[in-house]
């Protein structure tokens, strides 16, 4: 019975991955638009509890567009914006915030940023990223 739960929950997982890989198509985009492509922990992910820790987002924009900040919520809470820092432009593009030591734990946090187009503080795609806390 155990052999036969675990084989349904690996082919499960397999399906999951393989459809979470579809092409999806995409539109250009807009001038002066970003898109927020990985989110990147210092340390691998895996941080030190109530150390204050960088985190390094990656996108790509049309042009340079103004980089204010970006914005990390958990489910059902709200969101919690920091200043972006070292914004660089190139393939990919990316800019650091610096987070706040948090307690031990594993967290599923969502981004986005806030940036400036056409005058105006427009936000960007939401995506998702896993931070593993570990105790000091």
């Known amino acids: 019975m155990r052999s036969i739960l ?3 929950l690996m082919a ?9 890989c579809a092409a999806v198509p995409t539109r250009p985009l807009a001038p002066g638009e970003v898109k927020l492509l990985s989110i ?13 820790f960088v985190a390094n987002i990656s996108f ?3 042009g340079k567009p103004e980089i204010k900040r ?5 489910v059902g809470k709200k ?3 920091f200043d972006a820092m070292y914004v660089t432009f190139g393939r ?7 987070l706040p030591g948090i307690s031990n734990g594993s967290y599923s946090v969502e981004c986005y940023a806030e940036y400036i187009r056409d005058g105006q503080t427009q ?12 105790a000091r």
């Open 6 to 8: 675990i084989a349904f």
């Open 40 to 52: 990147d922990v210092r340390g691998g992910g895996s941080v030190k509890e109530y150390i204050p």
């Open 79 to 81: 969101p919690y914006c």
């Open 60 to 62: 790509e924009a049309n």
């Open 92 to 98: 990919p593009s990316s800019f650091q915030v610096q």
């Open 12 to 20: 499960g997982v397999v399906l999951s991955v393989i459809s979470s």
């Open 70 to 74: 970006a914005c990390f919520t958990g």
């Open 123 to 134: 936000k960007t795609n939401a995506i998702a990223a896993q931070i593993f806390v570990a």
